[in-house]
């Protein structure tokens, strides 16, 4: 199984900061990697897929980047609604997801 | 409107069983390959089980495999998923989602979600 492990469990940062979310993969997933936003009480929502690629309705400020067994997500200048729970996941050996980064207000 | 919507969910005794569905509405479960994510409470997510489109093949992770079964009804336009056998871990919101090739086979559709609490 393709274990992901995601760093900061925590990022606390102020609206309009730069926020950096790491997630690192045990072995190569290729660029078959994807990013959730999850708000408490609500489903998580695509926002990025095959590691760099917008879902659509997805703001520009949202970036990622990455292959091989690293990548990033880049969120520009934050928003108040950005504040929330951060998954990745692999979809190149079946589908696990990452343990979440917490981007709270600082 | 393009929706899933689960329901079924509820408490449950430990070896008990328990049936969800989710009913899609503005496109067809036939021609998408459907999921079920849960999520135990204050936890991360993890994938349970696939269903593919068009010919039917069945993915398990291997804590439901033997346990779970997914199904769907094409003319209800619904996913469902049985539970036997259930043990107080698989207490969690239960999500079916959709996966779209197009994006990378991600999962572009999620229900709001149902909860499964097993417990004596």
Redesign the interface.
């Known amino acids: 199984e393709i274990v992901l492990t995601q760093s900061p469990a925590t990022l606390s940062l102020s609206p309009g900061e730069r926020a950096t979310l790491s997630c690192r993969a045990s072995q190569s997933v290729n660029i078959?990697l994807?990013w959730?936003q999850q708000k408490p009480g609500?489903?998580?929502?695509?926002l990025i897929?095959?590691a760099s690629?917008r879902?659509?309705g997805i703001p520009a400020r949202f970036s990622g980047s990455g292959s091989g067994t690293d990548f990033t997500l880049t969120i520009s200048s934050l928003e108040p609604e950005d504040f929330a729970v951060y998954?990745c996941?692999q979809?190149s050996d079946?589908?696990?997801?990452?343990?979440?980064t917490k981007l709270e207000i600082k | 409107e393009v929706q899933l919507v689960e329901s079924g969910g509820g408490l449950v005794k430990p070896g008990g069983s328990l049936r969800l569905s989710c009913a899609a509405s503005g496109f067809s479960v036939n021609a998408s390959i459907m999921n079920w994510v849960r999520q135990a409470p204050g936890k991360g997510l993890e994938w349970i089980s696939s269903v593919s489109s068009r010919v039917i093949f069945v993915y398990y992770a291997d804590s439901v495999k033997g346990r779970f079964t997914i199904s769907r009804d094409n003319a209800k336009n619904s996913l469902y998923l049985q539970m036997n056998s259930l043990r107080a871990e698989d207490t969690a919101v239960y999500y079916c989602a959709r996966e779209v090739l197009a994006a990378g086979s991600a999962f572009d559709l999620w229900g709001q979600g149902t909860m499964v609490t097993v417990s004596s």
Not at chain 1, 42 to 46: G, K, N, S, T
């Open positions: 078959y994807v959730y609500q489903a998580p929502r695509l897929y095959d690629k879902a659509t998954y996941q979809r079946w589908y696990t997801f990452g343990q979440g």
